[in-house]
């Protein structure tokens, strides 16, 4: 079993900037690809970036290119998502979640386990 836990989220004016964190316990953290995704109110949940089980390979989503950075630790077990030059659109609760493969994916259905996400709120 693999445990996932976000933190970092926030209210953010626009244009500000948030680091997302996610702590994984459990199984060999270097084994699993990993990936943010986000849901808004009223919306289905989307992809947002993913990086390689070794982190040598990174996906995102193209609302978020060039603004979102995905990365890992494999010593801290731990997977970060910056998020720069945030906009309103951004707002959604943000999800960390495993996969049991070794390249990154953005299909949901792709994944294993799943954290309880954090709240990123970004405001005029």
């Known amino acids: 079993q693999v445990q996932l836990v976000e933190s970092g989220g926030g209210l953010v004016q626009a244009g500000g900037s948030l680091r997302l964190f996610c702590a994984v316990s459990?199984?060999?953290?270097?084994?699993?690809?990993m990936g943010w995704f986000r849901q808004a109110p009223g919306k289905e949940r989307e992809f947002v970036a993913a990086?390689?089980?070794?982190?040598?390979?990174?996906n995102s989503a193209d609302s978020v290119k060039g603004r979102f950075t995905i990365s890992r630790d494999n010593v801290k077990n731990t997977v970060s998502l910056q998020m720069n030059s945030l906009k309103p659109e951004d707002t959604a609760v943000y999800y960390c979640a495993a996969a049991s493969r070794r390249y990154p994916i953005r299909g949901s259905e792709g994944y294993d386990y799943w954290g309880q996400g954090t709240q990123v709120t970004v405001s005029l």
């Open positions: 990086i390689s089980s070794g982190g040598g390979m990174t």
């Open positions: 459990g199984r060999t953290f270097s084994a699993y690809a």
